[in-house]
């Protein structure tokens, strides 16, 4: 699972399914030549199906040579590394909760159940110490590190690199940066990330549009995994899912961000 750090209410949360680009989510985003990116995301894998084994950075949307981490054993990055499971719509979720932010209002909670699009009521349950399933790769002394991944990319743009835009979009570009002529070429980026865990299962989007309702192997809804298998898993998954080369196993930022070729 894939999530962007976000603050709801002045607490620390996270957007399912996301990567954060200079603190947004979404949005174009307009930046000068040389300038430091950051970009975080939370990462972990379903305690059955630990470790993570790889971490892919394509700051571009299209890089023919992406920063490719991979490892025997990569622990999970989580909001927190204690605490509580969210519970809701009759399964335990692999979405951990701080409960001391509050059981029936959690902030994490409702945002699993907002993604969802579950009724009822969502609640972040305390993880039972002596239950072994709940607390692996939820605890410091289980596979879990607390904080979110964080990429650092300076993006480069040339006038040969550069593509031609609308007039109304250099006064955007204008505007944003303050500049003192309206560009009338830029460089997009629409930066994505892709990870793999001990199992095969990595990020991405493969629910099969003709299996409504699928749930998989462990009977959960197949929108929560809302990602693809580099094997035939089920109905919903073909081999070559996870190949980093199709545009599936991606999570990516869905907005440009416009970068000013050098003068």
């Known amino acids: 699972m894939i999530a962007a750090p976000i603050s709801v209410n002045g607490k620390n949360t996270y957007k399912l399914n996301a990567i954060s680009v200079m603190e947004r989510v979404g949005g174009a985003q307009y930046v000068a030549v040389g300038l430091n990116i950051p970009i975080r995301f939370y990462v972990w894998a379903h305690p059955n ?19 490719v981490m991979e490892s025997e054993s990569f622990a999970n990055k989580k909001l927190t590394c204690a605490g509580g499971w969210c519970q809701g719509g009759g399964s335990r979720w692999d979405v951990n909760c701080d409960p001391s932010q509050g059981v029936d209002n959690n902030p994490v909670c409702q945002q699993l159940k907002n993604y969802l699009n579950e009724s009822g009521n969502f609640t972040c349950k305390q993880i039972d110490p002596s239950d072994a399933f709940a607390s692996f790769g939820s605890t410091p002394t289980t596979g879990c590190s607390q904080g979110y991944v964080e990429f650092f990319m300076d993006l480069s743009c040339s006038q ?3 593509k031609p835009i609308l007039p109304a979009e250099g006064l955007l570009v ?5 500049l003192g002529y309206i560009p009338n070429k830029v460089c997009k980026f629409k930066p994505r990330v892709h990870v793999m865990d001990n199992w095969g299962w990595c990020s991405g989007s493969c629910v099969s549009e003709n299996v409504p309702g699928y749930r998989d192997t462990l009977g959960l809804p197949y929108l929560v995994w809302d990602g693809c298998y580099s094997e035939i898993r089920g109905q919903a998954n073909a081999p070559g899912d996870c190949d980093t080369d199709t545009t599936k196993p991606w999570v990516q930022y869905p907005d440009p961000i416009i970068v000013v070729p050098t003068q």
């Open 160 to 162: 040969a690199d550069a």
């Open 174 to 178: 204008q505007s944003a940066l303050s």
């Open 49 to 67: 199906q630990m470790p993570l084994r790889k971490v892919v950075l394509d700051k571009t949307g299209h890089d023919i040579s992406p920063t």
